[in-house]
């Protein structure tokens, strides 16, 4: 089964921090999809708890330079 989680994702000032941030999400094992929305600083992601997590997902944000904190 998958899950879903939105994150708050502070520092993105233009579209392609949000390509980036995309980017590297989607190149984690168990992702069925990642959109990232600049406009509002969200990242809503759609996984398989098999393979990752949301702490994972987080991480990975976080590595390309933006504070990110799960919101649900
Ligand atoms: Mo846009 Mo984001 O020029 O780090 S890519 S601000």
């Not at 899950?3 to 980036?20: D, R």
């Not at 999809?33 to 406009?39: I, K, P, R, S």
């Not at 969200?42 to 708890?49: G, K, N």
């Amino acid at each position: 089964s998958e899950a879903k989680a939105l994150f708050s994702v502070t520092g993105m000032t233009c579209s392609a921090c949000a390509g980036s941030v995309e980017k590297a999400v989607k190149r984690l094992p168990g992702i069925k999809e990642a959109v990232v929305d600049v406009l509002n600083n969200r990242a809503l992601v759609m996984f398989y708890p098999s393979f990752v997590n949301a702490e994972t997902i987080r991480e990975t944000i976080e590595d390309v330079g933006f504070q990110a904190t799960l919101v649900e």
